[in-house]
């Protein structure tokens, strides 16, 4: 049973405009969401973070935005650079630390973005 | 600051034979843990520590693998006997405990058994 989705397993859009990158989550005991970017034969690095007692974080290009009643979030990179082309990972976790929370990430199957030039 | 370290980087064996990995994680980072990514699939936590105490090994097998973290820093994660669906990634991550989850991952080892 997949806790974390990534339904769409690729994307490509032009140099300049938006990438909306989704991810949907069944467990209600998630708490953190993380975004990862991998690229080929390195290991996933850390992009950006929500908890959810926030709706929205932004950090430079990228936007990642949580709706909890729909158990969605997504990552919005604006404007999408070429460097950009790589496979996104959806992380989840239940970070409540002092509340036995075992800070495990779960991740979702990760979405290949092609950045045309 | 020097990242999580991992080797070796690529690694083929036999079926039934065994393969040892190995990971340094970042100074001071608590929390260490082994995934298992499958080729098309996202990272699979395999077993967690903290410092040297294992905190969740539900998803390893544990027939075949075994991981130890002597004195809650290096790890090795060991596969005896390997089998052909053994073949993926394994990621080495490590955290700050009790600040942000946010883990940060190794290269990799890429082991392919055939």
């Known amino acids: 049973d997949q806790q974390v989705k990534q339904n769409s397993p690729s994307l490509s859009v032009q140099e300049g405009r938006i990438s909306i990158l989704n991810c949907d989550y069944t467990n209600s005991m998630f708490d953190y969401f993380l975004w990862y970017k991998k690229y080929p034969a390195e290991g996933p690095t850390f992009l950006i973070s929500?908890?959810?007692?926030?709706d929205k974080n932004e950090d430079g290009r990228f936007t990642v935005f949580l709706n909890k009643s729909a158990k969605h979030l997504s990552l919005h990179i604006v404007p999408s650079q070429p460097g950009d082309s790589a496979v996104y990972f959806c992380a989840a976790t239940d970070a409540s630390i002092s509340q036995g929370g075992s800070e495990k990430l779960v991740f979702g199957k990760g979405m290949k973005l092609t950045v045309n030039p | 600051e020097a990242g999580v370290a991992q080797s070796p980087r690529y690694k083929i064996i036999e079926k039934r034979q065994s393969v040892a990995f190995w990971c340094n994680p970042i100074s001071g980072h608590a929390t260490l843990y082994w995934y298992q990514q499958i080729l098309g699939q996202g990272p699979k936590l395999l077993i967690q520590f903290q410092n040297n105490g294992v905190v969740d090994d539900s998803q390893l097998p544990k027939d075949r693998f075994s991981a130890e973290r002597l004195k809650g820093v290096d790890s090795t994660l060991k596969i005896q006997p390997a089998k052909l669906e053994d073949s993926a990634v394994y990621l080495c991550?490590?955290?700050?405990?009790?600040?942000?989850?946010?883990?940060?991952f190794g290269q990799g080892t890429r082991l392919t058994v055939v």
């Open positions: 991550a490590s955290s700050i405990t009790g600040v942000e989850p946010e883990a940060f």
């Open positions: 929500i908890s959810s007692i926030k």
